[in-house]
């Protein structure tokens, strides 16, 4: 299974835009680029998917590479609502076994 | 539209104890998923069920975790014996179908052995 890397943690101030990137060089042609975060003491919630093209929704936008060995999720103004575990995960699309593949995420704090 | 259901959301038991954990997905939701988080690491799915059948057990435990999900829709996981290393926070999700790009997931139950 093809794996990402994140930083440990980041630090924003509040309404700032907030650039999380994750690399993910082993990825292979069918890996979709998912991203899920996890306010504390909650489930981990969808926030933006994509495969080759960048992607916008009203969460936030996804910024894939050329090459598509990273990719950079944008939070265009943090709010202190905003903190939370931001997990990058690689998932293949194709057969039944579809499932993500976590890791450690990056802990994004805000400060007011 | 209601999330996903999940009790009970603590639970401290002594090891060698039996625990179960229950799950009511969200209405529809074909496929049915398990995950323990331990402090400090991303989710590690447990389980996947397809209605009621199981889609993927590769990670589960099954010397001592089961899971039912009999008539396609609530899940229960159980351990029986429990260890201390079981403690941990257990998430159920559901999607729509295994091809759905969005998982829902619930609260948790955080799992504590001693």
């Known amino acids: 299974d093809a794996k990402t890397t994140q930083p440990n943690s980041m630090e924003s101030n509040e309404e700032e835009p907030v650039h999380l990137p994750c690399n993910h060089s082993?990825?292979?042609?069918?890996?979709?680029i998912h991203w899920y975060r996890q306010l504390p003491s909650q489930g981990p919630e969808y926030v933006i998917h994509?495969?080759?093209?960048?992607v916008n929704n009203r969460m936030a936008s996804l910024a894939i590479a050329e090459d598509r060995k990273s990719s950079t999720l944008i939070l265009h103004r943090a709010t202190l609502r905003d903190a939370a575990v931001y997990y990058c995960?690689?998932?293949?699309?194709?057969?039944?076994?579809?499932?993500?593949?976590w890791g450690l995420g990056t802990s994004l704090a805000v400060n007011p | 539209e209601a999330g996903v259901a999940q009790s009970p959301r603590y639970k401290i038991i002594e090891k060698r104890q039996s625990v179960a954990f229950w799950c009511n997905p969200i209405?529809?939701?074909?496929?049915l998923y398990w995950y323990q988080q331990i402090l400090g690491q991303g989710p590690k799915l447990l389980i996947q069920?397809?209605?009621?059948?199981?889609?993927?057990d590769s990670q589960l435990p099954k010397d001592r975790f089961s899971a039912e999900r009999l008539k396609g829709v609530d899940s229960t996981l159980k351990i029986q014996p429990a260890k201390l290393e079981d403690s941990a926070v257990y998430l159920c999700?559901?999607?729509?179908?295994?091809?759905?790009?969005?998982?829902?997931f619930g609260p948790g139950t955080r799992l504590t052995v001693t």
């Open positions: 994509g495969l080759t093209s960048n």
């Open positions: 999700a559901s999607s729509l179908t295994v091809e759905s790009y969005e998982q829902y």
């Open positions: 995960i690689l998932r293949r699309n194709a057969g039944n076994n579809r499932k993500l593949i």
């Open positions: 082993t990825i292979s042609g069918t890996d979709y």
């Open positions: 209405s529809g939701h074909a496929t």
């Open positions: 069920f397809q209605n009621n059948g199981v889609v993927d």
